[in-house]
Structures are given as C-alpha cells and as structure tokens.
C-alpha cells in the first residue's frame, strides 16, 4: 500500500494550488483521509480531514481557504487551497487510515509535497 501525494510548488500570495494523494496497492478498504502540514521548525499538523461518507472537518487557519474532497470510489483525495498565505508554507502530507487486506487498519503517510507561498 501506498500513498503519493502531488501538486505542491511555488505560489504568491493570493494564489491557489491543488493537491493530489492517491492510495495505490492491495488493501480491503479506506476509513478516514487527512492532509497534514509542516512547517519548518514546527510539530505537524490537521489541516483537514474527510470520512468515508465524505464529512470534512478543516482546521481554523484552513476554513473557508481550503476544500478537501475525496472519491472513495478511486481512492483520490485532494485539498484545494485559495488565497494563499506566507505562513501556508510547509510540507503537506496525506494520511489514510486503511484496512489491510489481512483486516488490519494502519494508518499510512504519503511522501509529503512542499508547497511554498513567497513572492
């Protein structure tokens, strides 16, 4: 199983970038999905979250900038991040809480994608 995530980059402030995770590999199912983020020097952090049925929770400094969707039917999950901050700038990470084939639920992280917001 695995998680890789895509679409980081270089953006101005003000700007928007969409990322990508896609979970690939032989597993029974896929519970919740998750973008986290870190910064340099920071701990990691939610930025949003989104079940199985598509309920999506989002941390305070991502509500109303950021969209997190999912196609549980493809395993996609992505984040779509508008208005662009500085302080946005950091590492983002995807997470899947996924059923091995084995009937297992790990939690699995993606590569991380760096997304940098300077002008």
């Known amino acids: 199983v695995q998680l890789q995530a895509f679409g980081g980059g270089l953006v101005r402030p003000g700007g928007s970038l969409r990322l990508s995770c896609f979970a690939s590999?032989?597993?029974?199912?896929?519970?919740?999905m998750a973008w986290y983020r870190q910064a340099p020097g920071e701990q990691r952090e939610l930025v949003a979250s989104?079940?199985?049925?598509?309920?999506?929770n989002y941390a305070d400094n991502a509500k109303s900038r950021f969209t997190v969707t999912r196609f549980h039917a493809t395993n996609w999950l992505y984040l779509q991040m508008n208005s662009l901050k500085p302080e946005d700038t950091a590492v983002y990470y995807c997470?899947?809480?996924?059923?091995?084939?084995?009937?297992?639920?790990?939690?699995?992280w993606g590569q991380g994608t760096l997304v940098t917001v300077s002008s």
């Open positions: 590999g032989s597993f029974a199912d896929i519970d919740n």
């Open positions: 989104v079940t199985r049925a598509g309920i999506a």
């Open positions: 997470h899947a809480n996924i059923r091995e084939e084995g009937g297992d639920w790990r939690d699995y």
